[in-house]
């Protein structure tokens, strides 16, 4: 499985966009890139998924450049509710279950 | 409203002893997993199962076992000899389709003491 690297902490404001980059430099043909938010003491929620490009959802943005090694998560006009753990995932199911691995996340505080 | 349900929320025991930790889901998944999360840490894979009566080791299995006797409910067993068993345990679902997101339940805070 692809190993990520994302900042550990972020801190922004309300009202601020914000970009959250994942580094995955050994993704492999038939991954995709998963973002997950998780906030305290309750599970890690879905937010976006991709392969390549751009994808947008009501939620957030995906960025992934054409060599696939990096990602960048955006939120735009993030709000107090937005401070969480943001987990970047890189791999794919294999025959129809899923034993992609957590990181450590990126912690976000927004004031 | 379809979900996944853990029960209880928190979850005492004094070491020595064996605990078995609910989940349930109404989703219809085949898939079910269960995590494993330390304070500041990321998700760990105990086990996973992709269709009753089947399951398959994780990355962090040794202490603990499970079942799928049915395909909503996928229970935990911190068996005594789970070394660490104090933790937040997380339960999760997909379906079997390429790149199916994971559903998770709120979680189960486990202490040992």
């Known amino acids: 499985l692809a190993k990520t690297t994302q900042p550990i902490s972020m801190d922004s404001y309300e009202g601020q966009e914000v970009n959250i980059t994942c580094s995955h430099n050994n993704i492999a043909t038939n991954d995709y890139i998963t973002w997950y938010q998780q906030f305290p003491s309750q599970g890690p929620r879905f937010i976006i998924q991709?392969?390549?490009t751009k994808v947008t959802n009501e939620v957030a943005s995906l960025f992934i450049p054409a060599d696939r090694k990096s990602s960048t998560l955006s939120l735009p006009r993030v709000s107090l509710s937005d401070t969480a753990v943001y987990y970047c995932l890189v791999g794919a199911l294999n025959s129809g279950y899923s034993t992609l691995t957590f990181g450590k996340g990126t912690m976000l505080l927004v004031s | 409203d379809g979900g996944i349900t853990q029960s209880p929320k928190y979850l005492f025991r004094k070491e020595g002893q064996n605990v078995t930790l609910s989940c349930e889901q109404n989703?219809?998944?085949?898939?079910m997993y269960w995590y494993r999360q330390d304070p500041g840490q990321g998700l760990r894979l105990i086990y996973y199962s992709q269709i009753v009566n089947d399951f398959q080791k994780g990355d962090i299995a040794e202490g603990y076992s499970v079942s799928r006797e049915k395909k909503e409910s996928f229970p935990l067993t911190v068996t005594s000899a789970q070394k660490n068993p104090t933790a937040f345990y997380l339960c999760?679902?997909?379906?079997?389709?390429?790149?199916?997101?994971?559903?998770f339940g709120n979680g189960t805070r486990l202490t040992v003491t």
């Open positions: 989703l219809n998944h085949d898939a």
């Open positions: 999760a679902s997909s379906i079997p389709t390429l790149n199916s997101p994971l559903h």
């Open positions: 991709g392969y390549k």
